[in-house]
Structures are given as structure tokens and as C-alpha cells.
């Protein structure tokens, strides 16, 4: 039996384990849930500034940044293999660069550099603000939360962290593993790649996207990257790259397996019909991302400072002009493929998202 006098004793010990949580009115007249989010008010709108406030090229690759930044770290290695979401792509560039799976990340680390350095933040801390602010651009996006009070990192990630396009299933999913993902969280990670292009597989098509909604958090994606490939959007088969349905539109090798693949199938298929479901896996698998090597007991949330999307009602997932049930190379044995609609018109050509 716990007495009283026990309980009250318990509950003395867990609040002052706690960091002391003070509301604030920062300097700019904003009210956030501490003082010490009042600094991400100020970064915000030099962030806004990076991303052209829209869902664009450099929304996407910052984006793309947290998951580079935070993926080096392993639990089978400890200290020596990386110190998650610690900036250490930021701060170790030249020895993180050298890793080929980071190729096409220098341009938007040396434009987010001068503004963590302006307002004296932790290379940790911006990117995955930047990333969360990045996504906040896009229609219909999740509303991530940011945690701040990373420390500096203090050793470059080794290579061989981030999984590439040419891996196959099994390799992906023990890297991932050994961070802490099960493969539902992995498929849910992809759904950034809603809102994502490439510059370096094909580099002759600069801004392909992998989807026909590029600026949109839709489910379109996971229909798209299960029909039939017939076509590259290129100059042909590049290492990584498998052919899509779609004319203008790029489909990584890693993903066509990932959708067919039985450990994921039936996740991949899931999201089609499910929009809210892929928000709130994305939302949650980004989280641990994000604080991926460190205790986010020792953070601040800092979530308030992050616009919230726009909300946009999307229409039901559907099949690309001229496609249907037939072109679909359905992969998930427990569950039918649901039955879409079918957009009206030509064939769908995706424009190439432009260079900045």
C-alpha cells in the first residue's frame, strides 16, 4: 500500500526533475509556452526568407536535411556511430560531404549556415527548425513539432548512415533499424518525398519530383510509385532510378521496392485512402527523427513557434489521366487495392520543379 505521504513525496520529486516551464511575451509581442523559444521567433522570418516562403526547391531540400543530419546514429554502435540530430553535417561538412548518400546537400547548407551563425543557434536546432517550417509551406502539411537546446556537435556522423536509392529493401531496413525505425515508421518517413525532387541522380533533369503534386502532402505519391513503370524522365536508367508512369517524374529505385515489398506493402497501401493516418505517422516518425541522440526530456518544445500548415481540404488519392486498377502492381496480399477514380484528360507531364 502507497501512503499519502509517499505520493506527495513522488510527486515533489517529479516536479522538480522537470526544467521550469515559464509562459513568455517575447520582445516581438508573441506569446510562447517559454522564454527560451522567444530566439526562434526572431529566426523565423530569415527562415521564411531561405524558403521563398513556399513549398519550393529549397523547402524540399531543407526538408531532406533534417533526415541526412539526424539518420547518423546507431544504437548497435553507441557514441562511434554518430550523434543523431547534432548539426554534424553543418559543422563537419568537408568529411560529411565526402559520403556520396550526402551529394546535393551543399547548397542548402551554406545557405542555412550564415543564418544559424546570425542568431547564434546550434546547427542541430536549425535544421530541424528549418525543416519544420519548410514543411509548414506546403499544402495539406503535417504540423511538426521542434524541440531546441541541442547541444554542439562534437565529431562528423561516419559514412554509410544514410540509406541510398541503390540499397535494397533489407539493407534500408536494418540502417533504419539500427536507429530505432520499424519499417512502419520508414514508409511514413517517405512520405516526405510528397514533396520532394532530385538534382543528383539524374542531373540533366534538375527538380524532377517524385510525385505530380510536388508542393502538396498528398497521398499521390504512394499511388504513383505502385503503377507500372514505362518511361524515364531522363537521359534513361541512372543508378538509383527505376522507370515511373509518369512522363517528367522520377521514381527512386529504393522506393518502387519499398512499395512491393511485404514488409511494407500493406503501410504503402494504406496511406493511399488514409491521409490523415499518413499525416499523423509522419508527424510522430519526424519527432523521433528529429531528437534522434538526444533525451527530449533535456529539450524545450518549442512547437508554438512553427506556423501551422494551411490546412487545404485535398481531393480522394486517383489514378493519373489515362491510368487505372490495371496499370497498378499491387503488392500488399492482405488487403485489396482500394478503388480510385481516374483524374480526366491527357496523360499527365510534369514540369520540373526550376532551379533557384
Known sequence: MITTSLVFTALIALSAARPHMRRATCPGGQTTANEACCVWFDVLPDVQDLLDNECGEEAHESLRLTFHDAIGFSLKQG???????????????????????????????????????????????????????????????????????RPNATQAAPFNSVPEPIDDVDTILARMGDAGFSPEEVVALLASHSVAAQDTIDPSIHGSPFDSTPDTFDSQFFVETLLKGTLFPGNGSNPGEVQSAIEGELRLQSDGLLARDPRTACEWQSFITDHQSMITKFENAMLKLSTLG???????????????????????????????????????????????????GPATSIARVPAS
Do not use: W, Y
Not at 550523434?83 to 547548407?109: C, H, Q, R, V, Y
Not at 530541424?128 to 537546446?149: I, W
Not at 512553427?306 to 496480399?333: M, Q, R, W, Y
Open 79 to 149: 557514441q562511434s556511430g554518430g550523434g543523431g540530430a547534432d548539426g554534424s553535417i553543418m559543422a563537419f561538412t568537408d568529411d560529411e560531404l565526402k559520403d556520396p548518400a550526402n551529394d546535393g546537400t551543399d547548397d542548402i547548407i551554406e545557405k542555412q549556415r550564415p543564418v544559424a551563425l546570425k542568431h547564434n543557434v546550434t546547427f542541430g536546432d536549425f535544421i530541424q527548425f528549418a525543416g519544420a517550417v519548410a514543411v509548414s509551406q506546403c499544402k495539406a502539411g503535417p504540423h511538426l513539432k521542434f524541440f531546441a537546446g
Open 294 to 344: 538526444h533525451d527530449q526530456n533535456d529539450l524545450v518544445d518549442c512547437s508554438d513557434v512553427i506556423p501551422a500548415p494551411d490546412g487545404a481540404k485535398l481531393p480522394d488519392a486517383s489514378f493519373p489521366p489515362t491510368l487505372s486498377n490495371a496499370d497498378v502492381e499491387a503488392a500488399c496480399s492482405a488487403t485489396p487495392f482500394p478503388t480510385l477514380s481516374t483524374q480526366p
